[in-house]
C-alpha cells in the first residue's frame, strides 16, 4: 500500500507547501464495519472503496498517502485473489502510498505474502480500533519523513554539473563520467561535434577536481597562427623574436597548479605536437630563445570535433600524443541524438533570453515542438541557441512559432517510415513523459498537471517506460 506522500507533499523542494489535510483510502465492502472506521478515523479524510475497481478508481482521484485494505474483496470475499490483485494495482500506480492490510484471524501466511509484495504493514482481525489506528497513524509520519528524504535527496542532486542540461541517457552518461575522472589527476580528451559542450565538460572536470581554486586556462589551437601558438603555449625570452621586448610566461605556465584546457587538439601542427608530447612525458617547458627547464604541475584536458584515428592514419596527428592525452575520453553526443534534450533546452533558452530582453514569452505551439524534435541541428546546442535567442527577439506573438524559429515543420511521412499506431503511441508517450518532467524541474506536481494526469498515473508510466522513478 505504497505511499503517494507526494499526493500533499511534493517531491520538489520549490513546490505547495504540505497540506494540512491527511487522505485516508479504506478499502472494504462491510458496511458496518466502514461506519465503525469512519467514526474512529475522523480526524482524517476518509474515502471509502468496496472493490478493486472502486478502490483503483479513489486511488487516482484523491491519491491517498495511506490506504487500509482488506484482502477479502468481492467477487473472492471469502479468498485473498482480489485483494492480492488490489495490492499490486496500487502499488503499480502509486509505489509510495503505504499500504496496511487486514487479515483474517490467524492468517500470517497470507499477512506476510502482502508485506513481501510491498504492503507497508498488515493487521488482523478482529478489529480493534485503537490499535489500528496507531498503525495508519505512523504510516502517516513514516510516509512525510520519507517525502522529506526524497525532496532533499532531489534538491542535492538535480544539477550534477554545473551549466549543464540534458535528460537524455548519452548526456547522464557523460556526466557520470566526468564526476568520476574529475578527481583523478589524469590527462582527459572530450570529444564531439561544434556546438555539443566540450568547453562545459572541460570546466566540470576542474570545477570538481582538488585544482578547482586554482586557474583554469582555455586556449584554442585552431584560432591561432601556427607561427604564434608556440610562443602562446611555451612563453618566449626577451629578444627571442622580433618584438620579443621581454620575459613572457606561456599558457602552461600560467595554468601552473590549474588545469591547461586544449581545445581543437586535431588543429595543432606536427611540429608543435612534438613538444607538447615532451612536455607531458617530462613535466617541464623550455620558453623559446630559452634554455632553462621549467617545472609545472598542470592538469591537461584536451577537446576536438575531429576523429583523432583518421588524422593518424593520414599523418596528420601523433600516435603516441594521442595515446598521452586519452587517458581517459569523454564522449558527447550531438543534439539530434539527445533524446528529449532538444525541448528541454528550449523551453530554458526562451526563459533566459526572454528575461534578459524584456519579452514575456509564454512557450512554443506545437508545430514549433515538432520542428524542433524533427530538425537535424549540425550546428548543435550553439545553434539552438542563436536560433531561440533571435526568435525570442523578433517573434510578435506570445507562443513562438515554427516559422519564428525559422526552421520547417515536417509531413507525417518525411522519413519515410511506416510506424504502427502502438509504437507512434509508445514514442510519443516516452517523449512527453521525458519533457514534462524535465521542464517542471522534478516537481511531480506540475508534471503531473503538464500531462492532464494523477500522480498515481505518473508513476505508472514512467515505470512503464523504464525512465526510472520520479523520486530518485
Excluded at 578547482?212 to 611555451?234: G, K, Q, T
Aim: with cysteine; charged share 30%; aromatic share 6%.
Amino acid at each position: 500500500m505504497g505511499l503517494m506522500s507526494e499526493t500533499v507533499t511534493p517531491l520538489h523542494p520549490a513546490a505547495e507547501p504540505v497540506a494540512e489535510t491527511r487522505s485516508l483510502l479504506i478499502v472494504e465492502d462491510d458496511k458496518g464495519l466502514q461506519k465503525q472506521l469512519k467514526w474512529c478515523f475522523s480526524d482524517y479524510e476518509v474515502v471509502f472503496a468496496s472493490d478493486r475497481e472502486t478502490a483503483i478508481a479513489q486511488l487516482r482521484r484523491h491519491e491517498p498517502v495511506v490506504v487500509l485494505q482488506d484482502l477479502g474483496l468481492p467477487p473472492d470475499a471469502e479468498g485473498v485473489s482480489e485483494g492480492f490483485a488490489t495490492l499490486r494495482e496500487t502499488l503499480e500506480l502509486a509505489p509510495h502510498t503505504k499500504v496496511i492490510v487486514v487479515t483474517g484471524n490467524h492468517d500470517k501466511h497470507n499477512a506476510v505474502k502482502a508485506v513481501g509484495m510491498g504492503a507497508y504493514d498488515f493487521y488482523s482481525k478482529p478489529v480493534d480500533t485503537d490499535v489500528l489506528a496507531l498503525l495508519v497513524d505512523r504510516a502517516f509520519h513514516i510516509a512525510e519523513l520519507e517525502a522529506q528524504n526524497r525532496r532533499l535527496a532531489a534538491a542535492s542532486g538535480s544539477a550534477p554539473i554545473e551549466g549543464i542540461i540534458g535528460v537524455s541517457e548519452g548526456m547522464q552518461k557523460a556526466c557520470r563520467r566526468v564526476e568520476k575522472v574529475a578527481p583523478l589527476d589524469v590527462t582527459v580528451l572530450v570529444l564531439g561535434e561544434s556546438g555539443t559542450g566540450k568547453e562545459l565538460f572541460a570546466r566540470a572536470v576542474h570545477d570538481l577536481s582538488p585544482r578547482a581554486d586554482r586557474r583554469f586556462v582555455a586556449i584554442n589551437c585552431a584560432a591561432i597562427p601556427e607561427n604564434l601558438l608556440e610562443s602562446e603555449l611555451f612563453g618566449y625570452e626577451k629578444g627571442a623574436f622580433t618584438g620579443a621586448h621581454k620575459r613572457t610566461p606561456g599558457k602552461i605556465e600560467v595554468a601552473e597548479g590549474g588545469t591547461l584546457f586544449l581545445d581543437e587538439i586535431g588543429d595543432m601542427p606536427l611540429a608543435l605536437q612534438a613538444k607538447l608530447l615532451r612536455f607531458l612525458q617530462e613535466r617541464v617547458v623550455e620558453r623559446l630563445g630559452g634554455r632553462e627547464e621549467i617545472p609545472v604541475d598542470v592538469r591537461v584536458v584536451c577537446a576536438t570535433n575531429q576523429d583523432l584515428k583518421e588524422l593518424i592514419d593520414n599523418n596528420a596527428f601523433r600516435e603516441d600524443l594521442f595515446y598521452r592525452i586519452s587517458e581517459v575520453t569523454v564522449d558527447l553526443p550531438p543534439l539530434r541524438e539527445r533524446e528529449g534534450d532538444v525541448v528541454v533546452l528550449a523551453h530554458l533558452l526562451l526563459d533566459r533570453y526572454g528575461l534578459e530582453h524584456g519579452q514575456n514569452r509564454r512557450g512554443y505551439s506545437a508545430d514549433a515542438l515538432h520542428a524542433l524534435e524533427a530538425y537535424d541541428w549540425p550546428g548543435n546546442v550553439r545553434e539552438l541557441e542563436n536560433k531561440v535567442k533571435t526568435a525570442a527577439i523578433m517573434a510578435e506573438g506570445g507562443l513562438l512559432n515554427a516559422d519564428d524559429l525559422g526552421l520547417r515543420v515536417p509531413d507525417d511521412d518525411d522519413d519515410g517510415l511506416m510506424l504502427n499506431l502502438r509504437t507512434v503511441r509508445s514514442r510519443a508517450e516516452r517523449n512527453a513523459l521525458q519533457q514534462a518532467l524535465a521542464i517542471a524541474d522534478g516537481n511531480i506536481s506540475k508534471a503531473a498537471e503538464t500531462l492532464g494526469v494523477s500522480r498515481p498515473t505518473l508513476y505508472g508510466l514512467v515505470e512503464r517506460h523504464g525512465l526510472g522513478k520520479p523520486a530518485e
